[in-house]
């Protein structure tokens, strides 16, 4: 009985049908030497150098805060109950009080998902309402807007941005609070592009007009480089500011990373650095980190059971003498 192998590979000397059927040459029509054939040319030969995309901008430093415990860092008492009432549509109940920073608040979220669409809400018991809605036109066009409507005079804010992914380069285009009439608002634009399989380079650019009248530019340059285990994340922003980071995948289970904040200008020198690891366990999530400040933190998440977790939040700050503790319990239905 003939495998499948032989069947896929005629013996040599017999004669196929696929061989008379050339593979097709890719290679762009029209002179080289015209410059406008040159952006053909040079798609060319960009596209044959194999390049992967190297991420968003704003996911430069993503992997290395997913090991900080700053966005999961919470105190007082907080309860959570998510409920599933379609595959497409959840509703989630946030109750949380005795917080030092926050008073007891009620919040109540919603989304709804498809494969091309997301949209989500949030409203507390203050009627503060945040949404964010984002539409994926192809595979490689994305647009968000994400708007914030509050009862304080100056905190409302509308933000719409683009997402443009190439297959080695990546373009985001931001606009904060537009006024097409004046033009005033906070405006971004970013590009990522891969040099190599492992080094990305990029830039962005920020023009604020809080009035017709004033107007203030930055531009920031940025670099990474990616290994097999590792990522190392370098920006340099106007006014001295760099931001560095590295992050470490130890194995499945363990990730660590270190991110350093440095402020050079004139007689000015200011530096932070952060160090922060993730730990998986079998049942249990764990995120620690320290920094030069002396503030140590860490958030436990321990599962229960299936739909069940429970959690434990501490923050403690030894140069200001502050601590701060947290429980909660999130319920998924």
């Given at each position: 009985?003939?495998?499948?192998?032989?069947?896929?590979?005629?013996?040599?000397?017999?004669?196929?049908?696929?061989s008379?059927?050339?593979?097709?040459?890719q290679?762009?029509?029209?002179?080289?030497?015209?410059?406008?054939?040159?952006?053909?040319?040079?798609?060319?030969?960009?596209?044959?150098?194999?390049?992967?995309?190297?991420?968003?901008?704003?996911?430069?430093?993503?992997?290395?805060k997913e090991?900080?415990?700053?966005?999961?860092?919470?105190?007082?008492?907080q309860?959570?109950?998510?409920?599933?009432?379609?595959?497409?549509f959840?509703?989630?109940?946030?109750?949380?009080?005795?917080?030092q920073?926050?008073?007891?608040?009620?919040?109540?979220?919603?989304?709804?998902?498809?494969?091309?669409?997301?949209?989500?809400?949030?409203?507390?018991?203050?009627?503060?309402?945040?949404?964010?809605?984002?539409?994926?036109?192809?595979?490689?066009?994305?647009?968000?807007?994400?708007?914030?409507l509050?009862?304080?005079?100056?905190?409302?804010?509308?933000?719409?941005?683009?997402d443009?992914?190439?297959?080695?380069f990546?373009?985001?285009?931001?606009?904060?609070?537009?006024n097409?009439?004046?033009?005033?608002?906070l405006?971004?634009?970013?590009?990522?592009?891969?040099?190599?399989?492992?080094?990305?380079?990029?830039?962005?650019?920020?023009?604020?007009?809080?009035t017709?009248?004033?107007e203030?530019?930055?531009?920031?340059l940025?670099?990474?480089?990616?290994?097999?285990?590792?990522?190392?994340?370098?920006?340099?922003?106007?006014l001295?500011?760099?931001?560095?980071?590295?992050?470490?995948?130890?194995?499945?289970?363990?990730?660590?990373?270190?991110?350093?904040?440095?402020?050079?200008?004139?007689?000015?020198?200011?530096?932070?650095?952060?160090?922060?690891?993730?730990?998986?366990?079998?049942?249990?999530?764990?995120?620690?980190?320290?920094?030069?400040?002396?503030?140590?933190?860490?958030?436990?998440?321990?599962?229960?059971?299936?739909?069940?977790?429970f959690?434990?939040?501490?923050?403690?700050?030894h140069?200001k003498?502050?601590?701060?503790?947290?429980?909660?319990?999130?319920?998924?239905?």
């Open positions: 009985m003939a495998t499948a192998q032989n069947i896929a590979a005629p013996p040599p000397g017999l004669y196929s049908p696929l008379s059927f050339p593979a097709k040459d290679t762009p029509t029209g002179s080289a030497y015209n410059p406008l054939h040159w952006p053909r040319w040079f798609s060319y030969h960009k596209s044959r150098l194999g390049l992967p995309n190297p991420g968003k901008f704003e996911r430069l430093h993503g992997e290395v090991t900080f415990v700053t966005n999961f860092l919470f105190d007082g008492a309860a959570n109950i998510i409920k599933e009432l379609s595959p497409n959840h509703v989630q109940h946030q109750f949380s009080l005795g917080s920073v926050m008073p007891p608040m009620y919040n109540f979220m919603s989304g709804y998902m498809t494969e091309r669409t997301m949209a989500q809400g949030t409203m507390d018991n203050d009627t503060n309402l945040n949404a964010v809605v984002r539409h994926m036109w192809s595979m490689n066009s994305l647009t968000k807007v994400v708007a914030q509050t009862h304080m005079p100056g905190h409302s804010m509308l933000q719409v941005e683009h443009y992914t190439g297959s080695d990546s373009i985001n285009l931001k606009a904060m609070n537009p097409p009439m004046e033009f005033t608002g405006y971004v634009a970013s590009y990522l592009q891969s040099i190599t399989p492992k080094l990305a380079l990029g830039t962005e650019v920020v023009l604020q007009r809080p017709p009248d004033m203030e530019t930055a531009m920031s940025v670099g990474k480089y990616s290994g097999k285990d590792f990522i190392a994340t370098a920006q340099f922003q106007g001295g500011a760099i931001q560095a980071s590295y992050y470490q995948r130890i194995n499945e289970k363990v990730d660590f990373g270190v991110e350093i904040n440095a402020l050079v200008q004139g007689q000015r020198r200011e530096a932070v650095a952060t160090v922060g690891g993730k730990f998986d366990f079998r049942q249990a999530t764990f995120r620690g980190q320290i920094d030069t400040t002396g503030r140590v933190s860490a958030v436990l998440e321990e599962k229960m059971a299936p739909g069940f977790s959690l434990i939040s501490g923050d403690l700050d140069m003498g502050q601590s701060k503790f947290g429980v909660g319990i999130m319920l998924s239905a």
